[in-house]
């Protein structure tokens, strides 16, 4: 056997291997979701939801309760590929603080939570274009689907509009730009 088939049969090993597993993942998305598992994860959630908005001068993110309104979202509102990749990625992070610090998410310090956020996030990154045909094939990832929803139930609460933001029962006009002063939270409703 001459080199150049060699070379071609491996790379084509590896062609095959790497789009068989990609067929596979991609299968794997688009099959129907098991969303019993969300109920039973909700305290996950909950701490998940109050890592990215902790309660501090403000209501945090687990006052509010914004744990309901994630779950209901995924199950209502997302699509299949990204409930499958939000349910994986609740599985992966369990099993990243498993190996990484030897004990479950809950049980992590903040600074732990911080770190394994972070890691998903950095494994989210990549360019804006990689980013969008990922996300046209593989459906929102985990971390991009939590983050939104968080911010999206947090700030649409009675405690996050009007403690959390600056809220403004009866506003008078449409501003477009409105310039916030020294220490001024940002505004709900302008």
Not at 53 to 61: F, L, N, Q, V
Request: glycine share 6%; hydrophobic share 40%.
């Amino acid at each position: 056997m001459n080199r150049k088939k060699a070379i071609f049969r491996i790379f084509g090993i590896f062609v095959l291997a790497f789009s068989g597993t990609t067929i596979w993942k991609f299968f794997q998305l688009n099959k129907v979701p098991d969303l019993k598992n969300l109920e039973k994860n909700r305290k996950l959630i909950a701490e998940i939801a109050e890592t990215i908005i902790p309660a501090g001068d403000s209501p945090g993110a687990k006052d509010v309760q914004v744990e309901d309104f994630i779950i209901k979202m995924v199950k209502d509102c997302t699509e299949t590929r990204s409930q499958n990749s939000f349910m994986y990625g609740l599985e992966e992070l369990k099993e990243y603080t498993a190996d990484n610090f030897g004990k479950s998410f809950l049980q992590c310090d903040e600074k732990q939570r911080v770190i394994a956020l972070t890691h998903f996030e950095n494994k989210d990154d990549a360019d804006h274009f990689v980013r969008k045909i990922r996300r046209k094939v593989m459906g929102d990832s985990f971390l991009m689907t939590i983050k939104n929803y968080t911010v999206i139930g947090y700030c649409s609460s009675e405690l996050g509009a009007t403690r959390g933001l600056a809220y403004d029962y009866i506003p008078s006009n449409f501003e477009a730009c409105v310039p916030l002063k020294a220490g001024q939270r940002s505004w709900a409703t302008k």
